[in-house]
């Protein structure tokens, strides 16, 4: 069985850079997408992007060029950089891992890490 | 972006009811629409793939269809474990949009 858990401090300050980390196991890596999303309390669900295990990326342009991920292949971890936090990205953050092209069918996911931006 | 506009935003059921969710894109998608239901406190989980194909595992009970730009999902006789916050997802285009969201709760 696939697990995803994602780590990372769950409080940034203001401005600084939030840092996400994501484990995968029960099964390789490699030959998927994995996609981060994200959720503000009590709201809907927001794309972040996603990250090919080959290393290809894309973003969402809402957060205008603030997000970059990557993927050790070799440690089966994820990660998720977001830089000049704000309030507005006070969110829960799920990694998921997704099946064909973009990672569309997100069939596994993360328990999710709640980030909240405070000073 | 594509825009994904879900009603409704919750609604009231009881138990054996028969339940159904939109999705209207703001364009032409193809069948390019997932749902996922999300409980409380938890991630979300995939249902319906390709506005249709039923994910393995899940129940058969839950069902999802296409007309043009509107996408349906039905739940055609509610369960305990039904109440929770479903949402639609289109991927025919970047970046991947989702429903706003509709919460099931018990009437």
């Known amino acids: 069985q696939v697990h995803l858990r994602e780590s990372g401090p769950g409080l940034v300050k203001p401005s600084e850079t939030l840092s996400l980390t994501c484990s995968v196991s029960?099964?390789?890596?490699?030959?998927?997408?994995y996609t981060w999303i994200r959720q503000p309390p009590g709201k809907g669900l927001e794309w972040i992007g996603y990250?090919?295990?080959?290393?290809?990326?894309s973003y969402n342009p809402s957060l205008n060029s603030r997000a970059t991920m990557s993927v050790d292949t070799s440690n089966s971890l994820l990660s998720l950089t977001l830089t000049s936090v704000t309030a507005a990205d006070t969110a829960i953050y799920f990694c998921?891992?997704?099946?064909?092209?973009?990672?569309?069918?997100?069939?596994?996911w993360g328990q999710g890490i709640l980030v909240t931006v405070s000073s | 972006d594509i825009q994904m506009t879900q009603s409704p935003s919750s609604l009231s059921a009881s138990v054996g009811d028969r339940v159904t969710i939109t999705c209207q894109a703001s364009?032409?998608?193809?069948?390019?629409v997932n749902w996922y239901q999300q409980k409380p406190g938890r991630a979300p989980k995939l249902l319906i793939y390709?506005?249709?194909n039923l994910e393995a595992g899940v129940p058969s009970r839950f069902s999802g269809s296409a007309s043009g730009t509107e996408f349906s999902f039905t739940i055609s006789s509610l369960q305990p474990e039904d109440f929770a916050t479903y949402y639609c997802?289109?991927?025919?285009?970047?970046?991947?949009?989702f429903g706003g969201g509709t919460k099931v709760d018990l009437k």
């Open positions: 990250v090919h295990y080959s290393g290809s990326a």
């Open positions: 390709d506005a249709s």
């Open positions: 997802q289109q991927f025919d285009v970047l970046p991947l949009t």
């Open positions: 029960g099964g390789s890596i490699t030959n998927y997408y």
């Open positions: 998921a891992r997704g099946r064909a092209v973009w990672g569309t069918y997100l069939d596994y």
């Open positions: 364009q032409d998608i193809s069948n390019y």
